[in-house]
């Protein structure tokens, strides 16, 4: 179809400036022929030079009247003619000028930086999609290598008060975060940790998700930086919904060695489990190491003596009496006293057992025992 008027340029008139690397001569190649010497401007050192004076024309070459050395900045702009060119001036392009989808990953830079206003509801960067069945509105894939202290996905820097990720999840039934791990193999798991650094996990936590077959199967398991610096699992939840903890405060104590004699403290010489060191086999008490509500179990065998009537032993909070567990029967055989019972302690509060007028048979664990338990 025809057109009125001037047809639409598509390209567009600049000056050309070529710069030159002296070579100690006077003879030096143009990019473009001129006709003389008044259709360039020369610049050496950034002082315009004097045309037919200080330099000549020969041919395509320009011929200086003294040496240029590699040192000096020498340049020239081709003055009488303007070429043609197809990048026009800067900041000349608009949005509107550009075809929809026509700027394509091949021609964006691969290291982006995007700096935006503070006070935008929409953020910085905001990507938006109709979101069809199983298309996600944005992918951030990394190919395999590098190691556990490297960031290969995504990596959020957070200095500011707020929130360095937020979910928001509007719908009735909505998954907020799922993490996919399809390798299949008995043993694989996904971590979702707090740490300090990449490579420093002190005052870390962690939820792993682990696969336990190549069938079916997953369990939940709880980490954190123990007191002793060590990443250490604390609670598992197993595929069934069996709940563990394997360093929960706790001890079995016994004693073996002899009787206790009345009015002595009961040392039990030995244990069939000690967690955290909870019991203490020199002076028979248990120390809590944390505030809580403890279980705590005796069961103990008097002598064999008719005379034991209406006596106790004693659990004793901190050195101070505590409950009485008393023995009413006056024949002359051996009785079990047992005691249970759950007691709020505070971090550092000890248990221990004494008896009061009355000796306690211990020539075998079977039986005289002291637990205690973490509960809650």
Known sequence: MGTLGNK???????????????????????????????????????VRQEPTTAYTISGQNIVMSEAIASTDSFYVIYQAQAFSKAVPADTSITTTMLQDDAVTSAKLDTKIQISGPSSDADGTLKVTSNAPTNYPAMVVETSGGGNSTEVHGLYIKNTANGHGLQVHDNSTSGRGITITNNANVAGTYSDLKWQYTLTDQSYGSGIRFKQVNSSHGGQLEFYTDNTVGTYTKQMQITEN????????????????????APGDTMIFNGTDHN?????NSSNGRGTVPVDGRYVVSVFVMNENNAAYVNRYYKIQKNGTSHKHVYNSNPNSTHHHWNFFGILDLNANDYIDIVSDGVAIYANDKKYTTFCMHLLS
Do not use: R
Request: net charge negative.
């Open 241 to 260: 919904g069996h709940v563990t903890m394997p360093n929960q405060p706790s001890f079995e104590a016994w004693k073996n060695n002899g009787t206790v």
């Open 275 to 279: 967690i955290g060191n909870m019991y």
């Open 8 to 46: 639409p340029v598509t390209t567009f008139q600049a000056l050309e400036k070529q710069s030159i690397t002296g070579n100690a001569g006077t003879t030096y190649a143009l990019d473009h022929a001129v006709t003389n010497e008044n259709d360039l401007e020369v610049f050496v050192n950034n």
